[in-house]
């Protein structure tokens, strides 16, 4: 499941920041249906929603930060198991860590 995710970003590399994070909520809820997922911009402290699902905000959602810049909270990651959520999570944060900064 996870090699979809792999091929997205890969084709998405050059993307713009919001194209890249589209294109990975999309894998993300296409392989798991009922994660609720927010993508963040992240500026010290505040974690500025960008992206995603925007209802319900949930109090104790996880926050994994992503780069300096961007992150994403998920309300419901036990649904996902944390081994791929783990892999998941480092093949997004594998792009932001070969990317340069301008």
Known sequence: M????QAVVKEHQ???DLNF???CH???TEIYPCLHLRWVHI???RWAYIYGNSGD???SSL???LSQDYGICIDNAKLVEPVEL???MAIIKEHYNGKVMV
């Open 2 to 5: 996870l090699d979809r995710l």
């Open 14 to 16: 050059h993307d713009n």
């Open 21 to 23: 994070i589209k294109a």
């Open 26 to 28: 999309g894998v993300l």
């Open 43 to 45: 500026y010290g402290k």
């Open 57 to 59: 905000l949930g109090q």
């Open 63 to 65: 926050r994994i930060q």
């Open 86 to 88: 783990d892999q998941a």
